[in-house]
């Protein structure tokens, strides 16, 4: 088998994976690049691979790093099929929609303001289209994807519906083994259950996104919050959250939810501005047989895990935009995660002028984007062009991250010992990299390849 990564390969975002097994050709994933905003639009319009020549995509879960340009390899030709589990066939519904609504906004903007002209990747009707090619599978069910060569969707505990994907196929009369972790997701997190125990492979793609720091303890991850929460209150002043709208927003008013119920934090106004986060969480409700015994308790109890006593989902402009008059101390919960696009601009703009209110950061910040800035506590940031004090109070709360950390990295890769066995690592920038690979290598895993962008390697 070759394997040759198109993305996500010394950098975290742009996931694409090709294996080559027995003449036929896999793509894992089909992520968009995100970043400096002209190098992330080249790489993401143009495939370094020809879309008709695959036989099959494989789909790990809807981050659009794993997911954003699928409308785009339909476009350019692709007419196989797209398999995944049913929980990230319906949240690429949405999102991969969503995508192509700020596309089209943001090519709008720039144009209306002179600037470089960059064109939507793709519109609507490439997403109605890509979407037909969509084939699910429930976790654990074993089937076919080319003649001879089968796939085991594992739950990876990440977000909603992601997968790792087990990929079983012979190779000169040897069956072997192919596991690719996805993003893998943390054990004990709230929502969700824990990720799949690996037994066996020959090889594991492994993510590497946080191979060279633990996060905060999950214990810790509610009580620091309400810290911030309460101490921004008292001197009057708004908490502002750029969030993902998929997982990271739900968790984010989950764990609000969990306070409240405890008296940790008093009832305050919640504004989860994001028509997509809104679309999100009616497709958790819709697939509550993915939550934990301890989510199932909570809905025992008080209902619906993501209704507070005063929350609001925002979904209209006019709504959103009432919301830059607001005085009083409050939650604001919008997208994207990265600060890169959407509602969040609008709020960090309006907000981070202000020493009594804080930016919680709630997720990992590539490179080159805002958030990334905001988390370096620039004295300055820019937002639509102008450079602004950055006075508000920056708080970052690696707690609620759903990617593993480096033991949990170092231990799944480790059911990789063996002399004829390979890690293949992935999803990382090159600090975290190297730091995983040397973890990996004192636990006894020799066979260690960092993989390259554009890079062929024989397995």
């Known amino acids: 088998m070759k394997v040759t990564s198109y993305g996500a390969a010394g950098e975290v975002t742009g996931s694409k994976h090709l294996l080559e097994i027995n003449g036929y050709r896999i793509l894992l994933d089909c992520g968009m690049f995100q970043g400096k905003r002209r190098e992330a639009a080249h790489k993401n319009r143009h495939f370094p691979f020809a879309p008709d020549s695959l036989d099959a995509v494989v ?150 996104t946080y191979g060279d720091r633990e996060h905060d303890a999950i214990e810790t991850m509610e009580s620091k919050l309400a810290e911030v929460v309460l101490r921004t209150i ?10 993902f709208a998929l997982e990271r927003a739900q968790e984010v008013v989950f764990a609000l939810k969990r306070l409240e119920l405890l008296g940790t934090i008093p009832p305050l106004p919640v504004y989860v501005d994001s028509p997509l986060t809104a679309n999100i969480t009616e497709i958790f409700r819709y697939h509550k047989e993915s939550f934990d015994e301890a989510t199932q308790q909570v809905r025992s109890v008080a209902g619906d895990p993501f209704e507070l006593q005063q929350i609001e989902y925002i979904r209209n402009v006019d709504d959103s935009m009432r919301l830059n008059t607001l005085s009083e101390p409050c939650v604001i919960i919008s997208a994207s995660g990265m600060c890169e696009v959407g509602r969040i601009l609008h709020h960090l703009r309006n907000n981070c002028e202000d020493k009594r209110n804080t930016i919680v950061i709630v997720g990992f910040q590539a490179k080159n984007t805002l958030g990334r800035r905001i988390v ?44 004829r066995k390979r890690v293949l690592l992935v999803h990382g920038e090159e600090q975290p990299l190297e730091a995983l690979r040397s973890g990996l290598h004192d636990e006894g895993v020799k066979n260690i390849t960092v993989m390259e962008e554009n890079t062929t390697v024989d397995v």
């Open 59 to 208: 789909l790990s879960h809807a981050h659009i790093d794993h997911s954003g340009v699928l409308p785009m390899l339909h476009k350019k030709g692709y007419r196989g099929r797209i398999y995944t589990t049913p929980a990230t066939r319906d949240l690429c519904s949405v999102m991969l929609l969503d995508s192509a609504h700020i596309q089209e906004r943001d090519a709008e903007w720039l144009a209306k303001k002179n600037r470089d002209y960059v064109a939507p990747l793709y519109d609507e009707s490439d997403v109605f289209a890509v979407m037909k090619r969509f084939v699910c599978f429930p976790y654990e069910d074993r089937f076919e994807i080319v003649p001879d060569v089968y796939v085991t969707l594992h739950d990876a505990g990440h977000v909603l519906g992601s997968a790792m994907v087990a990929v079983d196929y012979m190779e000169n009369g040897k069956d072997r083994r192919f596991l690719f972790s996805g993003d893998l997701g943390r054990k004990n997190m709230p929502l969700l259950r824990d990720p799949w125990e690996p037994d066996n492979a020959d090889i594991i793609m492994l993510e590497s």
């Open 234 to 243: 008292r001197r009057g002043g708004k908490i502002i959250i750029p969030s």
């Open 376 to 419: 370096e506590r620039q004295p300055e940031i820019k937002i639509f062009g102008v450079n602004r004090p950055l006075n508000a109070e920056v708080k970052t709360l690696n707690g609620f991250s759903a990617h593993a950390g480096r033991n949990e990295l170092i231990t799944f890769g480790a059911h990789c010992k063996g002399r």
